[in-house]
């Protein structure tokens, strides 16, 4: 059993003290995600976490409902009932009434996460339109902003969700709906600045009226790879032209006059059609990148990176080396293209650049091909490289990320190509406990660590006390990255907690 003293919490008199550094994980942890809180039996007005916009001017409130009653949290009906929701997380769900400026919102999710410098976002809710009669055409925005030098939200991004009975045909299913914020630049208004969710309503006043019925709210944090399925440039069979990535260079040894120029040796193809046997059937998108199997061609990506487009030089990666954190490439690859030899080898490494801008290797990983490595031509297998969590002390703390594909074929054994797709990067994070707070008597906190990882919750009086001496209050199954526990305040005085994680 791995033991990991995370965090320590001190619960005394209406106050939570927590003794360490806080730790991101993926996904951002969305206070009241799912509307569970306060509990009811059947509505609730009350909506812990989030705020409710501002009464306008305009509204009566002597017509029938009070500002405060348009939004709240309901009960799901039990199983069997006409109206229940098929798909909630949870019991409870949010419902929103459709009346102009009705909405809701928080500033503190992910308890303080900021729009980070090469971070990209997606916010993802069920949405569920046509609750009491509501019109089509009726509106609702879902957006992420940042506060103004004013105060004022100031919109990143945002999607209006236009209700029609085609697009929720099922009025006991929530339909996902999502929104996207491209990696963020330093150059960005918003970047470093605090992140808020908003839900509100758009409709217009001749279609006002019904509901929206809204639930599992999720917000993740990820690094996104440019053009990391090789679909730029668009071709109609190959081009070996790679937007985004940079090409090797040319060695002195190598001879273009063999039948090859250099350039060559890479490029995008587009795979071929459903049925073909060469048709790549896990493909992500509609093209994939060959290299030759010849020593040193290969491709790389880093904040330095650049490569011309008809729309003028493509961004440049912004993924930065964090501390607390673990990094893991992963890419699709398929070896024994073009009479490839078994024993040819292609390296997939992670980098940074020192101060000199040379190329510094934290971690690589070669693969190698054999019949029994890649048994199909028709699928790509994955192939991953993961850095150690990165220290506040390392050289590459800070820096920014660099990815490299590379031939490391030996000249023997050279020849053929590889067929490679769908670069991606997954952030790790060290487990880490967050958003202490004490309701009702109860000291709760959030725990986020990888999906899938089991903590055992043990409680003290005594920082000090040998581990054995800790007693166990409750085990944690952490399914999505994050999860809420909760524990009675005793009357023994101050109480310390630590999580550790079972094997």
């Known amino acids: 059993?791995?033991?990991?003293?995370?965090?320590?919490?001190?619960?005394?008199?209406?106050?939570?003290?927590?003794?360490?550094?806080?730790?991101?994980?993926?996904?951002?942890?969305?206070?009241n995600g799912s509307f569970e809180s306060p509990g009811t039996s059947f509505v609730e007005t009350r909506i812990d976490g989030w705020q409710k916009t501002a009464r306008p001017v305009g509204y009566d409130e002597s017509g029938g409902f009070g500002w405060d009653q348009l939004t709240g949290v309901f009960r799901n009906p039990e199983p069997g009932e006409p109206d229940r929701i098929g798909n909630l997380d949870g019991v409870q769900a949010l419902y929103l009434f459709a009346v102009p400026a009705?909405?809701?919102?928080?500033?503190?999710?992910?308890?303080?996460?900021?729009?980070?410098i090469g971070k990209s976002y997606h916010l993802t809710a069920g949405m569920l339109g046509g609750g009491g009669g509501m019109a089509p055409g009726a509106s609702i925005e879902m957006s992420?902003?940042?506060?103004?030098?004013?105060?004022?939200?100031?919109?990143?991004?945002?999607?209006?969700?236009?209700?029609?009975?085609?697009?929720?045909?099922?009025?006991?299913?929530?339909?996902?709906?999502?929104?996207?914020?491209?990696?963020?630049?330093?150059?960005?208004?918003?970047?470093?600045r605090p992140m808020g969710i908003r839900f509100l309503s758009t409709v217009d006043p001749g279609r006002a009226g019904g509901y929206w019925e809204i639930d599992h709210v999720r917000l993740v944090e990820g690094i996104e790879i440019p053009n990391g399925s090789f679909e730029s440039p668009v071709t109609a069979f190959v081009?070996?032209?790679?937007?985004?990535?940079?090409?090797?260079?040319?060695p002195s040894w190598y001879e273009e006059a063999g039948g090859f120029t250099w350039d060559q040796l890479s490029g995008v193809f587009r795979n071929t059609e459903p049925g073909q046997d060469d048709h790549l059937e896990?493909?992500?998108?509609?093209?994939?990148?060959?290299?030759?199997a010849v020593?040193?061609?290969?491709?790389?990506?880093?904040?330095?990176?650049?490569?011309?487009?008809?729309?003028?030089?493509?961004?440049?990666?912004?993924?930065?080396f964090e501390a607390g954190r673990s990094y893991e490439l992963t890419l699709g690859v398929q070896g024994g293209g073009g009479g490839m030899k078994e024993g040819a080898?292609?390296?997939?490494?992670?980098?940074?650049?020192?101060?000199?801008?040379?190329?510094?290797?934290i971690a690589t990983t070669v693969v190698t091909h054999t019949a029994a490595t890649f048994p199909s031509r028709q699928r790509l297998t994955d192939f991953r490289v993961r850095t150690a969590p990165v220290r506040s002390t390392d050289a590459w703390a800070g820096r920014g990320i660099g990815l490299q594909v590379l031939s490391t074929v030996s000249s023997e054994l050279a020849g053929g190509y590889w067929n490679l797709d769908h670069a991606r990067m997954e952030v790790h994070g060290e487990p880490g406990l967050r958003s202490p707070r004490i309701v009702d008597g109860r000291l709760g906190f959030?725990?986020?660590?990888?999906?899938?990882?089991?903590?055992?919750?043990?409680r003290a009086n005594d920082v000090v006390a040998p581990v054995g001496e800790w007693t166990t209050v409750g085990s944690i199954t952490n399914d999505t990255g994050w999860v809420e526990f909760s524990d009675p305040i005793g009357s023994e005085g101050r109480q310390f907690y630590r999580v550790r994680q079972h094997p």
């Open 446 to 458: 959030v725990l986020q660590s990888d999906p899938g990882l089991v903590f055992e919750v043990l």
């Open 295 to 320: 020593p040193s061609v290969g491709v790389y990506l880093d904040e330095t990176s650049t490569h011309e487009t008809a729309e003028g030089a493509a961004a440049a990666f912004a993924g930065r």
């Open 282 to 292: 896990n493909a992500d998108g509609d093209q994939a990148f060959y290299l030759f």
């Open 144 to 192: 992420l902003y940042y506060r103004g030098a004013d105060g004022g939200q100031v919109v990143v991004a945002a999607t209006n969700v236009v209700h029609d009975p085609s697009r929720f045909p099922n009025p006991k299913q929530l339909v996902d709906v999502g929104l996207r914020v491209p990696t963020v630049r330093s150059t960005d208004a918003w970047s470093g």
């Open 1 to 31: 059993m791995r033991e990991y003293s995370l965090y320590r919490w001190i619960a005394s008199a209406g106050s939570v003290l927590a003794t360490a550094a806080s730790v991101c994980a993926q996904p951002l942890f969305v206070p």
């Open 345 to 361: 080898t292609l390296e997939l490494g992670v980098y940074y650049r020192d101060e000199e801008g040379a190329r510094q290797w």
């Open 102 to 116: 009705a909405g809701l919102f928080q500033d503190a999710v992910g308890a303080g996460a900021t729009f980070g």
């Open 239 to 250: 081009d070996n032209r790679v937007d985004s990535w940079q090409k090797t260079p040319r």
